[in-house]
């Protein structure tokens, strides 16, 4: 499986709570974090949902 890095650009503030739970669990919270995951559909839905607050790159 394909790895990918997601990195936080921007602030969780002001978003909703599905937003905020979404990017706790992909291990992020604040702007600069990263984190790497396997590729998967579970995870393109996440990325889908906060798509305006990370950065996603091949790892």
């Known amino acids: 499986m394909a790895r990918v890095r997601i990195t936080q650009v921007k602030s969780q503030i002001g978003q909703s709570e599905r937003h905020r739970g979404t990017l706790r669990a992909l291990g992020l ?3 600069g974090r ?3 995951h396997d590729e998967g559909p579970v ?3 996440m990325l889908r949902k906060v798509r305006h607050l990370v950065k996603v790159e091949d790892a």
Request: aromatic fraction near 0%.
């Open 43 to 45: 995870l393109a839905g």
């Open 29 to 31: 919270g604040k702007i």
């Open 34 to 36: 990263s984190a790497e």
